[in-house]
């Protein structure tokens, strides 16, 4: 098959495949004649019919002064996976963290978002109404594409009373709108939560991630809540962040660039890609600004994996509970937790790669030699019969 061949026959495919795949704008205040604010940008909303629906939704919202439009690679993407798939444009200007970031309120994170999120009286230093919060964009979009076009589906993502189904929901953010996901995630049973560049909710009065990152009480579990940084991109305090959302259960930061599909099941993905200086921020999920080969987004199975990975067969991490080894800061030996024996041990440092990886480990052994690691970061993962637990340490 010649060059020419192949080029004529590419371009088929790909009218054929953009051909396939629905892609809509609708304007907030169509759906609603109460939404007022906002409105410069639609929802846009993307569905592939000939690919078997999952039955999920995702709903992604852009960042801070971001629009919908931005991120159509991705919302094309998700709807080519099966899954009905929302860009939702909503109050997202100004920045959450110039309310919170110096404010001794350590609960103005939480608040606002909320607010931003439910449209309820949560914070004196933001003013949104019911009707222009997230939660009621997103129920009347469903409605309003219930009504347009009932044989597509739209209708399993709303009760009977028009509230959304959160369980049979992923929300997907951006800085910002990542925020907001990981929130809703606390507050809500959803299906999963990604969080490409954030959560950013960071505080200066503490020097420490915002309280409500780490706080109990919520509603999906660690393990549903997938994320995506630049290591460019405040990647220290995002690590931080990340830890306080106990990410770091489920494994250690991996680069996306060393590792492929499925990225040791990890939650934290890392890239260090060579994006021009000041796009690190927007390049994990923005159009015009994520890395492309041929005009196909480098991070598109990276996506695939924080949409899908066992989205539908559930998760084959059972987590122990949460262990501690002392000393950590560690110099040379590290004493293990006085529980079973583990079957296998095994170290990553701080990209991931495997440093130290033991199958057959001693039953009386209870201690562990790491004096020959350099100094860093690192993670400390034991496997046992009915589970595994990791705890991250520090090298000196």
Same mark, same amino acid.
């Given at each position: 098959?010649?060059?020419?061949?192949?080029?004529i026959?590419?371009?088929?495919?790909?009218?054929?495949?953009?051909?396939?795949?629905?892609k809509?704008?609708?304007?907030?205040?169509?759906?609603?004649?109460?939404?007022?604010?906002?409105?410069?940008d639609?929802?846009?909303?993307?569905?592939n019919k000939t690919?078997?629906?999952?039955?999920?939704?995702?709903?992604?919202?852009?960042?801070?002064f971001? =629009?919908?439009?931005?991120?159509?690679?991705?919302?094309?993407?998700a709807?080519?996976l099966g899954?009905?798939?929302?860009?939702?444009?909503?109050?997202n200007?100004?920045?959450?963290?110039?309310?919170?970031?110096n404010?001794?309120?350590?609960?103005?994170f939480?608040?606002?978002?909320r607010?931003?999120?439910?449209?309820?009286?949560?914070?004196?230093?933001?003013?949104?109404?019911?009707?222009?919060?997230?939660i009621?964009?997103?129920s009347?979009?469903?409605?309003?594409?219930?009504?347009?076009?009932?044989?597509?589906?739209?209708?399993?993502?709303? !009760? =009977?009373?028009?509230?959304?189904?959160?369980e049979?929901?992923?929300?997907s953010?951006?800085?910002?709108?990542?925020?907001?996901?990981?929130?809703?995630?606390?507050?809500?049973?959803?299906?999963?939560?990604?969080?490409?560049?954030?959560?950013?909710?960071w505080?200066?009065?503490t020097?420490?991630?915002?309280?409500?990152?780490?706080?109990?009480?919520?509603?999906?579990?660690p393990?549903?809540?997938?994320?995506?940084?630049?290591?460019?991109?405040?990647?220290e305090?995002?690590?931080?962040?990340?830890?306080?959302?106990s990410?770091?259960?489920f494994?250690?930061?991996?680069?996306?660039?060393?590792?492929?599909?499925?990225?040791q099941?990890?939650?934290q993905?890392t890239?260090?890609?060579?994006?021009?200086?000041?796009?690190e921020?927007?390049?994990?999920i923005?159009?015009?600004?994520?890395?492309?080969?041929?005009?196909?987004?480098?991070?598109k199975?990276?996506?695939?994996?924080?949409?899908t990975?066992?989205?539908?067969?559930?998760?084959n991490?059972?987590?122990?509970?949460?262990i501690?080894?002392?000393?950590?800061?560690?110099?040379n030996?590290?004493?293990?937790?006085?529980?079973?024996?583990?079957?296998?041990i095994a170290?990553?440092?701080h990209?991931?790669?495997t440093?130290?990886?033991?199958?057959?480990?001693?039953?009386?052994?209870?201690s562990?030699?790491?004096?020959?690691?350099?100094?860093?970061?690192?993670?400390?993962?034991?496997?046992?019969? !009915?589970?595994?637990?990791?705890?991250?340490?520090?090298?000196?």
């Amino acid at each position: 098959m010649t060059k020419i061949t192949l080029l004529i026959f590419g371009l088929i495919f790909t009218w054929i495949a953009n051909a396939q795949l629905i892609k809509r704008q609708v304007r907030p205040n169509d759906t609603d004649s109460t939404i007022q604010t906002f409105t410069a940008d639609s929802h846009y909303v993307y569905l592939n019919k000939t690919v078997p629906s999952k039955g999920i939704l995702v709903v992604h919202l852009p960042g801070t002064f971001g =629009e919908p439009k931005r991120s159509s690679l991705f919302g094309e993407t998700a709807a080519d996976l099966g899954l009905h798939s929302i860009g939702l444009m909503y109050p997202n200007i100004p920045t959450v963290g110039s309310f919170c970031t110096n404010n001794p309120n350590l609960s103005c994170f939480e608040l606002v978002r909320r607010e931003i999120i439910e449209g309820k009286d949560y914070s004196s230093d933001i003013n949104i109404s019911p009707s222009e919060c997230i939660i009621n964009r997103l129920s009347k979009l469903l409605m309003y594409l219930h009504l347009k076009f009932p044989d597509e589906g739209w209708s399993q993502f709303l !009760d =009977e009373e028009n509230n959304p189904v959160y369980e049979r929901i992923i929300f997907s953010g951006h800085s910002q709108g990542g925020g907001h996901a990981a929130l809703i995630a606390k507050h809500y049973a959803i299906k999963r939560a990604l969080c490409f560049s954030s959560p950013k909710d960071w505080s200066n009065i503490t020097n420490s991630p915002a309280p409500w990152a780490y706080a109990d009480g919520w509603k999906t579990a660690p393990e549903f809540i997938y994320c995506f940084n630049h290591v460019l991109d405040e990647h220290e305090k995002q690590l931080q962040i990340w830890d306080s959302l106990s990410l770091n259960l489920f494994g250690p930061p991996v680069s996306v660039e060393q590792y492929t599909f499925p990225y040791q099941k990890t939650r934290q993905l890392t890239s260090s890609f060579n994006v021009p200086v000041g796009d690190e921020h927007a390049s994990t999920i923005q159009d015009n600004k994520t890395p492309k080969q041929n005009g196909m987004p480098l991070f598109k199975p990276v996506w695939s994996y924080m949409l899908t990975y066992e989205l539908l067969a559930g998760t084959n991490h059972i987590i122990k509970t949460p262990i501690y080894i002392s000393p950590n800061p560690a110099y040379n030996i590290i004493s293990l937790p006085n529980t079973s024996t583990p079957k296998a041990i095994a170290i990553y440092n701080h990209n991931g790669n495997t440093v130290l990886d033991n199958n057959s480990w001693s039953n009386n052994q209870k201690s562990l030699d790491v004096s020959n690691l350099t100094p860093g970061i690192y993670y400390l993962q034991l496997t046992f019969e !009915d589970g595994v637990s990791m705890v991250k340490f520090i090298k000196q």
